[in-house]
C-alpha cells in the first residue's frame, strides 16, 4: 500500500488521474482546514490496501515574515 502526497502548482487534478488508473484519489484540495479529514480518509485507504494520493494545492510565494526568516542580515 501507498500514500503518494503532492503539493505541487499544477493546472492538472492528480486525484482524478490517480483515480483513473485505479488508485484512491483526493483532491485537489485548495484550503489547508480540509487536510485532516482528507489524511485521515486517505491514510484508511492504505491501511485497507489501496495506492492514494492527495493532491494539494499551495499558494506560490513567501509570505514577508517567511522571507524574513530566509534572509541573512550579516
Known sequence: ATLVILAVLSLIDLGALA???GAQGFGPVHDAADLQAIFTTAIAAVDAG???VVDVRVR???T???ASALT???
Do not use: D, K, L, N
Open 19 to 21: 483515480r483513473a488508473q
Open 64 to 66: 514577508p515574515a517567511m
Open 50 to 52: 489501496s495506492v492514494a
Open 72 to 74: 541573512r542580515t550579516s
Open 60 to 62: 506560490p510565494g513567501y
